[in-house]
């Protein structure tokens, strides 16, 4: 997963062609887990970018996505963020979410 921080969160985003976005706290539960979905996501979307940004130390990044809480996933489609959710999904929730929002 690739970090992403204030300081290069649009140039990143807009160089996504298809993509994947998770705001996190480091102490999150709800995050870890959502983090494990994501690894299972990639594995069967490989050609999906997934990008990792702290919530609590890039907040010019949350706001700019809207992110208010975590977890919160995004859905990033030519350099464009498509849908954003916030909260735990399981990994059919999870594709149906990305499928429904390219």
Known sequence: MNQLSDN???ERIADTTEGI??????????C???EKVLEKFSA???HVALHAV???KNPESA???GAER?????VIHDGEIRAS????????EMNAFYTENI
């Open 21 to 30: 976005v998770i705001f996190y706290k480091e102490l999150c539960p709800h």
């Open 44 to 46: 069967a979307h490989p």
């Open 8 to 10: 290069n969160f649009r």
């Open 32 to 34: 870890k887990n959502m």
């Open 54 to 56: 702290n919530l609590e």
């Open 70 to 74: 975590a977890p919160t996933i995004l």
């Open 63 to 65: 706001s700019m996505a």
């Open 85 to 92: 959710r916030a909260g735990l999904m399981n990994f059919r």
